[in-house]
């Protein structure tokens, strides 16, 4: 078996600061994730947070990771220009990259793809239905063709990111908005899978359907390898000029 | 007619040191991309260098423009950051952008990919032939089906770009190599042309078939209007919830 | 000003058969579209139908149609096959394609395809919200970013076709689905373009604003021009081997 | 381990008729990849031709075919309609497709494609070099980022297919041309790749690098699971209209 080295990082602050969320995920969201993950005979979990030394990311953490998940909401700015160049950099290398929820604004995402990222939202607890358009791909293994969260933060069109390399999910929300909840895209040689889902005041993390999601887009995300980043080359003719 | 306000940048640096690129672009390469454009009636031309003040691309006159053309080589790092910015959200709000050559290593054109935009090269002067992959696309309007070009820089995979959204040209290159050497991507509501010939020391700017592909991009990129940058928006439900 | 041939095929079985659907179109549905875009200095209309000599198609019809639109429903199957390659083979030498609503199962639209073009539906008259999510799309222009359209005809995924070149709309229904409802192709020379809104028996072809696509996307299929089909060609070499 | 059905289709008549093919592929193409494949413990090989019972194909053999390898040349006509029919099928449905070299103009990739993939050709036996534009692909795993191919059959750009869904080899001609040499698209269900090397009198699918790349594409193209093409389906609501 093909082990992966999965890093969970979370910005941690919702969950320490609101009683609320923290009645959602007492040891915090990435906890949730990772213990879901760990469960896998083929998933190493390291969950680390922004206020770990280093910001949970350093060099040895980050040269150890085949896939990093990434959740932020409110901290986005506290995290160092230094790291978001590594964590890049160690994408273009070959790192897988799983981005969700509201880490659509996060500085390492809007770097990758170059966009603003911005979305419309609203925060009403309403029904969304996350519907599959595209079947056969990995991450819809064994995951049915629509999942309804009965909670779920709105997030609408427009979506400001480059044309997804694969759309995967399309949502609906009760509110009239529709929301392409679920892309890919290849950066460098890193596989990149942005999910929509995962409001922290709503237990979307302990979902199921969701959690296998998540499960499916680690192993899709996985190098099979990571070298260096790719640079120019001097290159000698191979044929007489 | 519609015009169209078009800026040419150039960091205008080969043609003063070198007498070489001089003899052949005396007035810079800026300038004789300008002649050929500001030829067209629908086309209002403006040439700009690094060296001018605000390095060429003030507020007014980035405000001013709906096509930019952007060629560098040697002095990309000494483009303000702050200008780099600025390009760029002009992009995504809708300016198109022609990255020439060298200036796939520009610091605008990185910001917008996300990857390295390495690739491997060769300065030998050996033929190259530029194939049309994508004959009915706009940027083709006019051209042969193959451009021989007879004395070329080798530009050849992997080059580190995401995946382009239209593939228009592949060159061949005597020496044994391929590249991907017109390629079309958008970011936010700003149309890029990535277009790979035109070194500096060969007169492949004052070819009528390069020059014509130029045109046809330029006219390509023209976007129907430019507003602001799209930013995340609070949005009431449309249905009740 | 350069003309566009224009031709409205229809089958024209509907409203002919049903007076509910006749109330809403009473010369038919390709009459409303053809007076609608006839309404525009640069369009040539020809408005044809099934039961027309050559089944609205001939030769000299064809060969003067530089995009046309098909709308088709209960008669699928009786569309000759000659017809079908006929029309498929002016596509992919260059000549638009805009196919509407039911015509997802046209015989052409399936040729071209490649895929079976099945979907979900129902016929309620709910209501559904058509998103852009492609905004500075030409399809686009002057089109708001959301179109309401009060009763309407259900299209849900999963719908079976090729992985969009570009996506430019998604619908909203009310009864929970979401639809690829705006998508575009190449094939061969040829743009088509699928747009979903349009039922029989509901005034959506009365609506501006989709008339106003539809008009948008007649004007982006146009081809430059239309020649051959292409065929395999024996090559000399222009290098020496 | 989870195995893959394997069949290798060839037409089987150069072999036959020509002792110059012959002495290449003495028991045919068809048996030097099945033989080649069949060394890997997760595949189990069947090797059939246009001469058998039911062309190969009959609904037993097709049904238990996980990925199907298609190389014909001279008699594509000669193969049954309602067997493309029941190929493309069973792609629509799930299943991996491998096209070979001049299986370009088979039937059953032209149907799929929906295009006329024409392209040039020229029988000189010159150089070629198969470029990878995608290094971090699955079929390019373990496979060098150039492979030199001695003598080859030049097959030229302009390539009449679908804008490929990845684009993942690109190659060089000795005598000036490039052409876009591996494909992938995904039509229903189903995984296609189309692979332009191998030509019947050069011994091309006895090279190391060549077959591993066909090794490659069999396992990227398995299916999960293979069900039935989707039709249709009427949806009652979800949601209260």
Avoid at 49 to 61: A, F, I, M, N, R
Avoid at 69 to 78: F, N, Q, S
Avoid at 136 to 144: D, K, L
Avoid at 146 to 154: A, F, K, L, P, R
Wanted: hydrophobic share 40%; glycine share 8%.
């Amino acid at each position: 078996m093909t082990m992966i080295n999965v890093t969970v990082w979370n910005e941690f602050r919702h969950e320490r600061h609101s009683s609320a969320v923290r009645s959602v995920y007492p040891e915090g969201i990435h906890q949730a994730i990772a213990a879901y993950l760990a469960s896998h005979p083929d998933m190493l979990l390291k969950a680390v947070t922004l206020s770990d030394p280093e910001q949970g990311l350093g060099e040895k953490v980050l040269n150890d990771t085949d896939v990093l998940l990434w959740w932020g909401h409110t901290a986005h700015d506290e995290v160092d220009d230094e790291l978001v160049e590594r964590v890049c950099s160690r994408v273009l290398a070959g790192m897988g990259l799983i981005v969700l929820h509201s880490a659509h604004f996060s500085k390492v995402f809007r770097k990758l793809m170059g966009t603003t990222c911005s979305l419309r939202w609203r925060e009403e607890g309403e029904r969304s239905r996350l519907w599959t358009v595209n079947p056969s791909h990995p991450i819809c293994r064994g995951v049915p063709e629509q999942i309804v969260i009965e909670n779920d933060e709105m997030y609408g069109e427009f979506f400001d990111i480059p044309a997804p390399d694969e759309l995967v999910f399309v949502s609906w929300y009760q509110g009239g908005e529709v929301f392409r909840s679920g892309c890919t895209w290849q950066r460098g040689k890193g596989r990149i899978f942005y999910f929509a889902p995962g409001h922290e005041t709503y237990p979307i993390y302990h979902t199921p359907e969701i959690l296998k999601i998540i499960e499916n887009a680690v192993r899709w995300a996985r190098p099979e390898s990571i070298g260096d980043v790719p640079d120019c080359i001097k290159q000698p003719p191979f044929e007489k000029i």
